[in-house]
């Protein structure tokens, strides 16, 4: 899927209306952008969004 990145915040942003998203939600949601966890988890720091309830400490 090739998506802009204004598109994948605009994405991101609706999984994570109150500025957190879980863990599983943000491996579920790398899935579906088409990116690394890695990449997700920089995304997710640009906008400020935080990780809650990590599962391997991989944010």
Do not use: D, W, Y
């Not at 991101?12 to 579906?32: D, M, S, V, Y």
């Amino acid at each position: 899927m090739n998506m802009t990145r204004e598109e994948m915040a605009a994405k991101i942003r609706a999984a994570a209306p109150q500025g957190r998203i879980t863990c599983a939600a943000a491996f579920k949601l790398a899935e579906e952008l088409g990116v690394s966890r890695g990449e997700l988890g920089h995304l997710l720091n640009e906008l400020r969004i935080k990780i809650i309830n990590c599962q391997l400490g991989c944010f």
